[in-house]
Protein backbone atom coordinates (compact mmCIF):
# COMPACT_ATOMS: atom_id res chain seq x y z
CA UNK A 1 0.00 0.00 0.00
CA UNK A 2 1.18 3.58 -0.60
CA UNK A 3 2.66 5.36 2.10
CA UNK A 4 0.19 8.83 2.36
CA UNK A 5 1.46 12.19 4.20
CA UNK A 6 -1.00 14.39 5.82
CA UNK A 7 -0.32 17.25 8.04
CA UNK A 8 -0.45 17.04 11.59
CA UNK A 9 -3.30 19.11 12.92
CA UNK A 10 -5.53 22.01 11.47
CA UNK A 11 -7.72 23.99 12.35
CA UNK A 12 -11.13 25.13 10.63
CA UNK A 13 -13.81 27.69 12.11
CA UNK A 14 -17.14 26.18 12.75
CA UNK A 15 -19.50 27.15 9.71
CA UNK A 16 -16.58 27.14 6.88
CA UNK A 17 -15.64 24.41 4.65
CA UNK A 18 -12.57 22.08 6.28
CA UNK A 19 -10.38 21.48 3.72
CA UNK A 20 -7.91 18.53 4.23
CA UNK A 21 -5.24 17.59 2.23
CA UNK A 22 -3.16 14.57 1.79
CA UNK A 23 0.02 13.28 -0.22
CA UNK A 24 0.08 9.71 -1.88
CA UNK A 25 2.77 10.78 -4.73
CA UNK A 26 3.59 7.12 -4.47
CA UNK A 27 0.00 5.52 -5.08
CA UNK A 28 0.03 3.05 -8.07
CA UNK A 29 -2.96 2.92 -10.46
CA UNK A 30 -5.11 0.19 -8.68
CA UNK A 31 -4.98 1.71 -5.53
CA UNK A 32 -8.23 3.58 -3.66
CA UNK A 33 -7.94 6.68 -1.58
CA UNK A 34 -9.80 5.98 1.78
CA UNK A 35 -10.78 8.51 4.27
CA UNK A 36 -11.65 7.76 7.73
CA UNK A 37 -12.11 9.59 11.10
CA UNK A 38 -12.01 9.21 14.60
CA UNK A 39 -13.52 10.85 17.47
CA UNK A 40 -11.69 10.76 20.63
CA UNK A 41 -11.48 7.21 21.96
CA UNK A 42 -14.27 6.01 19.24
CA UNK A 43 -13.93 3.38 16.65
CA UNK A 44 -13.45 5.19 13.47
CA UNK A 45 -15.56 5.99 10.74
CA UNK A 46 -15.56 5.37 6.90
CA UNK A 47 -16.50 8.63 5.45
CA UNK A 48 -15.65 8.19 1.58
CA UNK A 49 -13.20 6.65 -0.80
CA UNK A 50 -12.60 7.31 -4.72
CA UNK A 51 -10.40 6.03 -7.24
CA UNK A 52 -9.95 8.35 -9.99
CA UNK A 53 -13.14 10.84 -10.35
CA UNK A 54 -14.54 13.18 -7.84
CA UNK A 55 -16.72 11.70 -5.35
CA UNK A 56 -19.38 13.10 -2.83
CA UNK A 57 -21.72 11.63 -0.32
CA UNK A 58 -23.92 13.38 2.59
CA UNK A 59 -20.46 13.29 4.74
CA UNK A 60 -17.99 14.91 2.55
CA UNK A 61 -16.31 15.69 -0.95
CA UNK A 62 -13.21 14.09 -2.06
CA UNK A 63 -11.33 15.30 -4.80
CA UNK A 64 -8.62 13.74 -6.30
CA UNK A 65 -6.09 15.55 -8.39
CA UNK A 66 -5.70 14.22 -12.13
CA UNK A 67 -2.15 12.58 -11.46
CA UNK A 68 -3.47 11.12 -8.28
CA UNK A 69 -0.82 12.07 -6.34
CA UNK A 70 -2.99 14.18 -3.64
CA UNK A 71 -6.07 14.41 -2.22
CA UNK A 72 -8.29 16.82 -1.14
CA UNK A 73 -10.94 16.21 1.87
CA UNK A 74 -13.76 18.69 2.01
CA UNK A 75 -16.26 19.01 4.83
CA UNK A 76 -18.51 22.06 3.52
CA UNK A 77 -19.61 23.12 6.91
CA UNK A 78 -18.14 21.88 9.83
CA UNK A 79 -19.50 21.40 12.89
CA UNK A 80 -18.04 20.90 16.91
CA UNK A 81 -18.93 17.45 15.98
CA UNK A 82 -16.62 17.01 13.76
CA UNK A 83 -13.46 17.54 15.62
CA UNK A 84 -11.34 14.77 15.16
CA UNK A 85 -8.61 12.72 13.68
CA UNK A 86 -8.84 12.58 9.66
CA UNK A 87 -6.77 9.34 8.25
CA UNK A 88 -5.72 9.33 4.61
CA UNK A 89 -5.13 5.64 3.29
CA UNK A 90 -4.50 3.90 -0.07
CA UNK A 91 -5.83 0.50 -0.44
CA UNK A 92 -5.88 -2.16 -3.17
CA UNK A 93 -9.34 -2.59 -2.32
CA UNK A 94 -8.60 -6.30 -2.03
CA UNK A 95 -9.14 -6.64 1.39
CA UNK A 96 -6.80 -7.17 4.01
CA UNK A 97 -5.38 -4.52 6.45
CA UNK A 98 -6.11 -0.79 5.76
CA UNK A 99 -2.87 0.98 7.08
CA UNK A 100 -3.75 4.24 9.05
CA UNK A 101 -1.19 6.73 9.41
CA UNK A 102 -0.75 9.56 12.12
CA UNK A 103 -3.80 11.46 10.58
CA UNK A 104 -4.72 15.02 10.88
CA UNK A 105 -6.16 16.48 14.24
CA UNK A 106 -8.93 18.59 12.61
CA UNK A 107 -10.23 20.90 15.45
CA UNK A 108 -13.11 22.77 14.47
CA UNK A 109 -13.44 26.16 16.66
CA UNK A 110 -16.82 28.27 17.74
CA UNK B 1 -29.40 -2.72 12.28
CA UNK B 2 -27.07 -3.44 14.95
CA UNK B 3 -23.57 -2.46 14.02
CA UNK B 4 -20.61 -4.37 15.42
CA UNK B 5 -20.51 -4.66 18.89
CA UNK B 6 -17.26 -5.42 21.23
CA UNK B 7 -17.05 -6.77 25.11
CA UNK B 8 -16.29 -6.38 27.27
CA UNK B 9 -15.83 -2.51 27.18
CA UNK B 10 -13.54 -2.36 29.71
CA UNK B 11 -11.39 -5.10 31.11
CA UNK B 12 -8.94 -4.57 34.07
CA UNK B 13 -6.11 -7.48 34.08
CA UNK B 14 -2.33 -8.10 35.44
CA UNK B 15 0.71 -9.22 34.06
CA UNK B 16 1.07 -12.79 33.09
CA UNK B 17 -2.47 -13.26 33.04
CA UNK B 18 -4.88 -13.79 29.68
CA UNK B 19 -7.52 -11.39 28.11
CA UNK B 20 -10.20 -12.51 25.92
CA UNK B 21 -12.01 -10.12 24.01
CA UNK B 22 -15.28 -10.43 21.98
CA UNK B 23 -16.39 -9.26 18.69
CA UNK B 24 -19.40 -9.75 16.72
CA UNK B 25 -19.86 -8.17 12.96
CA UNK B 26 -22.54 -6.95 11.39
CA UNK B 27 -24.99 -9.20 10.31
CA UNK B 28 -24.09 -10.42 6.63
CA UNK B 29 -20.51 -9.68 7.19
CA UNK B 30 -18.03 -12.04 6.78
CA UNK B 31 -14.44 -10.52 7.63
CA UNK B 32 -13.37 -9.14 10.77
CA UNK B 33 -11.09 -7.34 11.57
CA UNK B 34 -8.61 -6.31 14.70
CA UNK B 35 -6.53 -3.01 15.37
CA UNK B 36 -4.98 -2.03 18.45
CA UNK B 37 -4.31 1.14 19.74
CA UNK B 38 -2.10 2.30 22.69
CA UNK B 39 -2.65 5.42 24.45
CA UNK B 40 -1.23 8.47 22.34
CA UNK B 41 -0.51 6.00 18.92
CA UNK B 42 -2.22 5.19 15.97
CA UNK B 43 -4.38 2.15 15.00
CA UNK B 44 -2.33 -0.97 14.93
CA UNK B 45 -3.18 -3.62 12.65
CA UNK B 46 -3.63 -7.02 14.52
CA UNK B 47 -5.74 -9.75 12.51
CA UNK B 48 -7.69 -10.46 10.01
CA UNK B 49 -10.34 -13.27 9.30
CA UNK B 50 -12.62 -14.23 6.54
CA UNK B 51 -14.72 -16.89 6.27
CA UNK B 52 -13.31 -18.49 9.64
CA UNK B 53 -9.88 -18.79 7.78
CA UNK B 54 -6.72 -16.10 9.09
CA UNK B 55 -5.91 -14.06 5.86
CA UNK B 56 -3.60 -11.69 7.42
CA UNK B 57 -1.43 -10.81 10.27
CA UNK B 58 0.35 -7.87 11.41
CA UNK B 59 3.92 -7.55 13.13
CA UNK B 60 2.79 -8.71 16.77
CA UNK B 61 4.15 -11.84 18.69
CA UNK B 62 2.60 -15.46 19.01
CA UNK B 63 0.11 -14.36 22.33
CA UNK B 64 -1.75 -12.55 20.02
CA UNK B 65 -4.01 -14.57 18.58
CA UNK B 66 -7.89 -15.09 17.46
CA UNK B 67 -10.33 -17.16 15.82
CA UNK B 68 -13.47 -16.48 13.77
CA UNK B 69 -16.23 -18.66 14.68
CA UNK B 70 -19.05 -20.40 12.30
CA UNK B 71 -21.13 -17.36 12.75
CA UNK B 72 -18.47 -15.13 11.74
CA UNK B 73 -18.22 -13.49 15.35
CA UNK B 74 -14.40 -13.56 16.45
CA UNK B 75 -12.46 -13.34 19.81
CA UNK B 76 -9.24 -12.10 20.37
CA UNK B 77 -6.77 -13.61 23.18
CA UNK B 78 -3.84 -12.53 24.01
CA UNK B 79 -1.26 -14.70 26.34
CA UNK B 80 1.43 -13.93 29.14
CA UNK B 81 -0.51 -10.13 29.42
CA UNK B 82 2.37 -7.09 29.37
CA UNK B 83 2.02 -3.49 30.60
CA UNK B 84 2.15 -2.56 27.28
CA UNK B 85 -0.43 -4.57 25.95
CA UNK B 86 -2.60 -1.82 27.45
CA UNK B 87 -4.80 -0.18 24.59
CA UNK B 88 -7.90 -0.15 23.23
CA UNK B 89 -8.82 -2.74 21.26
CA UNK B 90 -11.11 -2.25 17.72
CA UNK B 91 -12.79 -4.74 16.24
CA UNK B 92 -14.23 -4.19 12.50
CA UNK B 93 -16.35 -6.17 10.24
CA UNK B 94 -16.46 -5.70 6.19
CA UNK B 95 -19.20 -7.51 3.91
CA UNK B 96 -16.16 -8.95 1.78
CA UNK B 97 -12.75 -9.05 0.50
CA UNK B 98 -13.10 -6.50 -2.20
CA UNK B 99 -14.01 -3.45 -0.07
CA UNK B 100 -11.58 -1.01 1.78
CA UNK B 101 -14.54 -0.05 3.35
CA UNK B 102 -14.82 -1.13 7.26
CA UNK B 103 -17.23 -0.80 10.38
CA UNK B 104 -15.34 0.08 13.43
CA UNK B 105 -16.83 -1.26 17.02
CA UNK B 106 -16.30 1.02 19.92
CA UNK B 107 -13.56 -0.89 21.33
CA UNK B 108 -12.56 -3.04 24.20
CA UNK B 109 -10.41 -0.88 26.79
CA UNK B 110 -7.78 -3.14 28.10
CA UNK B 111 -5.82 -2.31 31.10
CA UNK B 112 -2.85 -4.35 32.31
CA UNK B 113 -1.80 -3.64 35.84
Known amino acids: DAKTTQPPSMDCAEGRAANLPCNHSTISGNEYVYWYRQIHSQGPQYIIHGLKNNETNEMASLIITEDRKSSTLILPHATLRDTAVYYC???????????FGQGTELSVKP | EAGVTQSPTHLIKTRGQQATLRCSPI?????VYWYQQALGLGLQFLLWYDEGEERNRGNFPPRFSGRQFPNYSSELNVNALELEDSALYLC????????????FGEGSRLTVL
Open chain 2, 27 to 31: SGHTS
Open chain 1, 89 to 99: IANYNQGGKLI
Open chain 2, 92 to 103: ASSSGTNTGELF
